[in-house]
């Protein structure tokens, strides 16, 4: 069913960002937008626009679903531990 | 040409995000908006609270110290980026600041239509239907000087206000 907890979307852009090594500055220039917006973005204090959402999921190569979700994300390694078992 | 958007002296950086940082601009913005309509309003006093020996000596003491409060508070809060961004037209933000700068406006309108209201009420309505009622010579300029200060402050303080540390280490 889809829900929208608290009206809040959740995002992976701290994790996507620190696996590359980015710092906010490097990010928000990249999508063209200032550093705090990224910095309230990945807190969760802010809900990005449809179109800024399009342009990190697009920076970072990923679906939009694997970076911004209207559900809290499982942690990584719950997911890959999942996979795992489902591989097997 | 003048380009806004790279102009560094208006840009935000890491160091305007601060806890102590956002703690001074929300004491000088507070400042900033209510020392003018202290200042203004201390003729409506009761005269035996003023001029009147030591009270009056404390009375003008403070009154100058809300007034240097008031000039020094004022430059601190028109030199800082956040505040300048909020006059700036949405071309030259970001969707973080436009969303910031319409919040801060729409707070400012709200209170705004409020205090119209209560002042029109006040100074123009019930007057009529009361009889007997009169207002001191430029009271009512004073009125519309306080809102006209609100109308410019009530966003700052908004914005100021919700701002929550952004702090470097998180990067």
């Known amino acids: 069913m889809f829900y929208i907890y608290n009206n809040m979307m959740y995002n992976r852009i701290k994790l996507l960002r620190t696996e590359r090594g980015l710092s906010r500055k490097e990010l928000a220039d990249a999508v ?10 990945e807190r969760g204090d802010y809900n990005a626009s449809l ?8 920076y970072f190569g990923v679906p939009i679903d694997v ?5 809290p994300f499982k942690l990584l390694s719950q997911e890959l531990a999942a996979k795992r078992a489902a591989d097997q | 040409m003048f380009n806004v958007k790279s102009w560094d002296g ?23 908006a209510f020392s003018f309509p202290l200042i203004i309003f201390q003729s409506y006093l009761p005269d035996e ?26 430059t601190f809060v028109f030199a800082n980026p956040f505040i300048m961004r909020l006059s700036f037209p949405g071309k030259y933000l970001d ?4 969303q910031k700068s319409q919040d801060a406006k729409s ?14 009420f006040t100074l123009f309505i019930i007057p009529d239907f009361i009889g007997g009622i009169t207002v001191k010579t430029g009271f009512i300029e004073d009125i519309f000087w306080t809102l006209f200060w609100l109308i410019i402050t009530l966003p700052m303080l ?8 952004l702090n470097s280490d998180e990067a």
Do not use: D
């Open chain 1, 32 to 41: 063209e937008v200032n550093f705090q917006t990224i910095g309230y973005l």
């Open chain 1, 51 to 58: 179109e800024l959402a399009f342009k990190l999921a697009e």
């Open chain 1, 67 to 71: 970076a911004f979700s209207p559900r």
């Open chain 2, 10 to 32: 208006l840009k935000i950086k890491e160091g305007h995000l601060s806890q102590k940082s956002i703690r001074r601009m929300k004491f000088a913005t507070a400042m900033a």
């Open chain 2, 49 to 74: 609270l003023i001029y009147n020996g030591v009270s009056g000596a404390v009375f003008m003491g403070v009154l100058i110290f809300l007034a240097i409060c008031f000039l020094v508070s004022l």
């Open chain 2, 95 to 98: 969707e973080w600041e436009i």
């Open chain 2, 107 to 120: 707070f400012a309108l709200c209170w705004m239509s409020v205090l119209m209201l209560i002042a029109v």
């Open chain 2, 158 to 165: 908004h914005f100021i206000w919700n701002l929550t540390p």
